[in-house]
């Protein structure tokens, strides 16, 4: 026998795929029985190759992340699917990604889709709103159908790492995977005229080999991570923009909303943070906050 490192790249009912190097394998679960050894998709093990074809999951290794929504662990980076028309841009949802993928120290690129659809103007508004989240740390790639540029640098970022796709129904997530690996089937699905919205496609979590060492995860259709349990103060953290200028309040408890002497509101005004961001902030403080009341 032999024990060997690998990571599961899909889970069973009995058995889980297993990738092995370059190989992927079926492996049976040894005493995984309890709750707190639940493996999930993306964990690291050790597996045992018992040379008559068979192989055993023995151990789960220390995970680095774990995400319920989608069911990974160990994710790298999050590829937040954004449209710039057809669905209209949903900014509250790319924030929301944003602050659960720092709150879970987690890598965030924003992708701008669908830019060929746009006109002179909207593509000169869509480059004012790109520049703005670069400003603050976030690579942003817009892309459009059949771009080759864009594709090629999602692709590199893929490499040696973990990397999952959220997005609104709709915003072109399928249709990208199927660019970055067109030898693999991925699920899509046409915008509804009468919603302006797609129906979820994707029904389970699987990760996808792709490039040098790297996974891509084809994930449960959803629109936003789920905020892991952090406090109303910790969401601040979460986003860079509030975070750098929330000490020059003039109160110490300010909460950035009616207060006088408010910095943050202040730069609002002067246009060195976007309303839409403080509209974010506030809705996601106000998510944890009922959360954090419901667990009392």
């Avoid at 005004?269 to 809705?283: A, D, K, P, T």
């Amino acid at each position: 026998m032999e024990i060997l490192k690998g990571q599961i790249v899909e889970l069973g009912n009995k058995v889980c795929r297993v990738a092995l190097s370059e190989t992927i394998i079926e492996a049976s679960l040894r005493g995984l029985i309890h709750r707190k050894d639940r493996p999930y998709v993306g964990d690291r093990v050790d597996v045992t190759d018992n040379k008559d074809g068979t192989f055993v999951i023995e151990k789960i290794l220390k995970r680095k992340t774990l995400l319920y929504r989608p069911a990974i662990a160990n994710l790298d980076r999050l590829m937040i699917v954004a449209t710039c028309k057809q669905p209209p841009l949903d900014i509250i949802m790319l924030d929301r990604c944003l602050c659960a993928a720092e709150a879970n120290n987690i890598q965030s690129v924003i992708l701008l889709n669908k830019s060929d659809l746009l006109t002179d103007e909207e593509k000169i508004e869509i480059g004012s709103f790109a520049s703005y989240y670069q400003s603050l740390g976030y690579e942003v790639v817009v892309t459009g159908n059949k771009d080759i540029p864009g594709t090629q640098r999602i692709l590199s970022l893929c490499h040696n790492s973990i990397t999952a796709f959220s997005g609104v129904s709709g915003a072109g997530k399928s249709t990208i995977l199927n660019r970055l690996l067109p030898h693999l089937t991925f699920r899509t699905q046409e915008v509804s005229r009468g919603t302006q919205r797609g129906v979820h496609t994707t029904t389970s979590s699987v990760l996808v080999p792709i490039g040098d060492n790297g996974f891509i995860a084809d994930t449960p259709g959803f629109s936003a991570l789920d905020i892991p349990d952090i406090t109303e103060d910790s969401v601040t953290a979460c986003f860079p923009d509030i975070a750098r200028v929330v000490g020059m309040c003039r109160f110490n408890n300010c909460t950035h909303d009616t207060e006088i002497g408010c910095h943050v509101k202040a730069e609002v005004e002067s246009g060195n943070i976007s309303w839409w961001r403080l509209e974010s902030y506030h809705r996601i403080r106000q998510e944890v906050r009922s959360k954090n009341r419901d667990y009392r």
